[in-house]
């Protein structure tokens, strides 16, 4: 689906009922400029890591509840595997650490680390995610 707002048009894939969101990596960066203040900013990450599913709750409470005072450098580290590897990798790796039974970031990264995971998010026929260049970095072409 592509929306014109003048100058920008950015494609994002459609859903049908019941899909979980998928934002474009740029919006998800977008609403976590958009917020003020260090712990505003950390409950935006949370929220986009809960934004995943039912076993990302299960993961985060669990996380949570084993070593609360390491609870937000977990969520950021979570939030930065999210940016890294898209919604449909971090919902798959989220749910093979869910039904392994370890509820851990570790666990989560070991699973990103699969092949399997490795797939790229779905945005489009096409395959562009924005018409305007993106102030992201540029891949050096290494190993994901």
Known sequence: M?????????????RK????PAPLPEHRATKVAAVHGKRA???????????????????????THREPKLAGRRVEDLYALLERHGDEAMRAAIARAVRSGELTVAAVERALSTPSARRAQPRG????????????????????
Do not use: C, M, N, W
């Open 17 to 20: 009922k019941g899909d979980l």
């Open 2 to 14: 592509r929306i014109v707002a003048g100058r920008f048009e950015p494609l994002h894939r459609r």
């Open 41 to 63: 900013k950390l409950y935006e990450k949370r929220q986009q890591v809960l934004d995943l599913g039912a076993d990302a709750l299960a993961l985060l409470t669990e996380i």
């Open 125 to 144: 026929h096409d395959g562009r995610q924005l018409a305007l260049p993106s102030s992201r970095a540029e891949s050096k072409g290494g190993p994901s």
